[in-house]
């Protein structure tokens, strides 16, 4: 009998060291970091979506856990070591905090994190083996030497047009939907940008979009993701995406009129705009509204381009002054200027949309229409979204 019992002890050990080893060998890897979902209560069934974080994680077999990540505040990427274990009960223990998991297979991990009134399920897909045989300056310089499209457009009909730049910048050029009531949409086509990067980690390499807080470059984290890049050619990419159908999603270089060129040429010199009340200052809210929060500009907006840099002025205040170059299409004129503050570092961008340029006029669409005076009052002028420059 005490043999038997013995035995019988030996074999519930046996299943849970053999459950233990085999949850450390799934979780074993890199993870790429997909959503969040949190619960204000246990009530709680619908849960708030939240945007993807810009990490990944390392589970390594020496208890070791490396997590990068890709988006901190004003030092760019930053790498933290900690250390994990896993029980026999499926709570993952990263230091001192307990995760328990709510299901894990060797490609999907999911787990929860609780606070004290609520909670959260994070998931994670397992980083895959791939076949890119390309240096990671070389990835760079392909999403850099092309302007891309979305293969399948039934799922994702916005990202049609979109250009990565080497300032850290991406912009998407896309339509309003159709069903905008507002005829400012339907007339103009919508810019919208965020901050990217590419990495190699291991044999992975990742493609990640966030919202640059320190520098303000970005549309707010709208679209804020990391994605593993699965396949690369020189005029194709197939990245992880879990908003896709199929968990994947293949993007192609597309032709577009080249006017880079001309346009560069052609946008020199001193040109200069009338900025009054009967044009738009916000696209949502009336001039009248706008009165109350911010200084209406009336009067001419002087613009100066040169071969590297330009500059705008109004009378006496401060001068903007921007460095400045053309996407490849010549239809986005891209702003930067250096920022080298003791918390703040690297360049700021912002875009115009240019909708005429001749030899005597430059129409342009500005998304950041605001100008700071240098002065106390005003301390910010807000220009005409549109301005219609004629050259002086």
Not at 73 to 81: A, V
Request: hydrophobic content about 30%; overall charge positive.
């Amino acid at each position: 009998m005490k043999k038997s019992i013995l035995f019988f002890s030996f074999l519930v050990f046996l299943f849970f060291s053999c459950k233990k080893e085999s949850l450390k060998d799934k979780l074993h890897g890199v993870w790429v970091y997909e959503n969040r979902i949190q619960y204000e209560s246990k009530n709680d069934t619908i849960g708030h979506y939240y945007n993807p974080e810009v990490i990944i994680y390392d589970f390594k077999k020496n208890g070791e856990l490396l997590i990068k990540n890709y988006n901190t505040f004003n030092s760019g990427t930053q790498e933290y070591k900690k250390t994990w274990v896993i029980s026999s009960d499926s709570i993952l223990t990263i230091d001192s905090l307990k995760y328990p998991l709510i299901k894990i297979t060797k490609n999907y991990l999911q787990l929860i994190d609780s606070f004290e009134y609520d909670y959260s399920k994070i998931t994670f897909k397992k980083a895959k083996k791939t076949n890119i045989n390309y240096t990671k300056e070389q990835v760079k310089n392909i999403l850099l030497s092309n302007v891309w499209s979305v293969k399948d457009t039934s799922e994702i009909s916005w990202q049609t047009h979109f250009e990565y730049f080497d300032n850290k910048t991406m912009v998407y050029r896309y339509k309003y939907n159709k069903n905008e009531s507002n005829s400012f949409f339907s007339e103009f086509d919508n810019l919208h940008s965020e901050s990217w990067g590419i990495d190699k980690y291991k044999d992975y390499y990742f493609l990640y979009l966030y919202y640059n807080w320190s520098l303000n470059n970005g549309s707010g984290g709208s679209n804020n993701k990391i994605n593993q890049l699965l396949e690369l050619s020189t005029f194709s990419y197939t990245i992880s995406d879990f908003e896709s159908n199929n968990n994947k999603r293949t993007y192609l270089s597309k032709k577009y009129d080249d006017n880079k060129d001309l346009n560069s040429q052609r946008i020199i010199g001193d040109w200069v705009s009338y900025n009054s009340e009967d044009k738009l200052y916000d696209v949502y809210l009336s001039n009248k509204r706008m009165k109350k929060y911010d200084s209406l500009y009336v009067g001419s907006l002087n613009l100066t381009i040169k071969n590297k840099n330009l500059a705008f002025k109004i009378d006496s205040y401060d001068t903007i002054e921007y460095d400045w170059k053309l996407s490849k299409d010549g239809k986005i004129l891209v702003l930067e200027y250096q920022i080298d503050e003791p918390d703040r570092k690297g360049v700021h961008v912002e875009y115009a949309d240019i909708l005429e340029l001749t030899d005597k006029k430059l129409k342009i669409r500005l998304f950041d229409n605001s100008y700071f005076t240098g002065q106390e009052d005003p301390y910010k002028l807000l220009l005409n979204k549109i301005q219609g420059f004629e050259r002086k």
